[in-house]
């Protein structure tokens, strides 16, 4: 039996749908954030949507508020610069929240 989790499903801000911001609707048609949150309601878990755009602030306010289990890491930009990914998952180290996908280091030199 799976134990239930709190579960951030990060992502780039502009990937959110603006009448579903917790993607709890039908995904879009190639959604991958969407299909993953789906999943993982189906599954069980507790899951809850944050959008990455340019302010370390608000990503380090929505862990504080509601300090997720797991982050399902689907952020691919921050800033609008690819390279910046590093820095999300860097980020989510330092505060010692576990997240699925390569860490910081692993990011940077698969840009080497």
Same mark, same amino acid.
């Given at each position: ?25 039908? /995904? ?10 789906? =999943? ?8 809850? =949507? ?11 306010? =929505?862990?504080?508020?509601?300090? /997720? ?28 929240? /576990? ?14």
């Amino acid at each position: 039996m799976t134990r239930t989790l709190d579960v951030t499903v990060l992502m780039d801000a502009n990937a959110i749908p603006e009448d579903d911001a917790e993607l709890t609707g039908k /995904p879009s048609e190639g959604l991958t954030e969407g299909h993953v949150s789906r =999943a993982l309601r189906e599954l069980g878990h507790r899951v809850r =949507a944050v959008g990455v755009a340019d302010d370390v602030g608000s990503i380090m306010k =929505a862990f504080e508020e509601h300090r /997720p289990e797991l982050v399902f890491n689907l952020t691919e930009q921050f800033a609008d610069k690819r390279q910046f990914d590093t820095n999300v998952a860097g980020l989510m180290e330092m505060m010692n929240i /576990p997240f699925t996908g390569t860490g910081s280091t692993g990011l940077l030199l698969c840009r080497d």
